[in-house]
């Protein structure tokens, strides 16, 4: 079983930036794939970036590409979403997630953090 806790986010303006933290514990050597998706209301949720469990050969939307960023502390056991460039689209509800028994780029996502909130303004 694989847990995550995620913080960060919070409001700012057009241009700005913001991180998103997600914390992973449990069984983490079972973890094939990483991913961020996001949700805006009343709309379906969608992938912002997914990569494997080392944290490489990341797949960004093409909506965040080259102003969101994925990083990870291993000895921490945390991953990242860097996001700069911050436009009132990109407003939505936060979530990491990952996958087990389904190796990338195959990914299907089965845990999921708690979710958190960015909000753009313009």
């Known amino acids: 079983q694989v847990d995550l806790v995620q913080s960060g986010g919070g409001s700012v303006q057009f241009g700005g930036s913001l991180r998103v933290s997600c914390v992973v514990s449990g069984d983490i050597f079972s973890i094939d794939c990483f991913g961020w998706f996001r949700q805006a209301a009343g709309k379906e949720r969608e992938e912002v970036v997914v990569?494997?469990?080392?944290?490489?050969?990341?797949s960004y939307a093409d909506s965040v590409k080259g102003r969101f960023t994925i990083s990870q502390d291993n000895a921490k056991n945390t991953l990242y979403l860097e996001m700069n460039s911050l436009k009132p689209e990109d407003t939505a509800m936060y979530y990491c997630?990952?996958?087990?028994?389904?190796?990338?780029?195959?990914?299907?996502?089965?845990?999921w953090g708690q979710g958190t909130q960015v909000t753009v303004s313009s």
């Open positions: 990569f494997d469990s080392a944290g490489r050969r990341p």
């Open positions: 997630a990952t996958a087990g028994g389904t190796p990338f780029p195959n990914c299907k996502f089965n845990t």
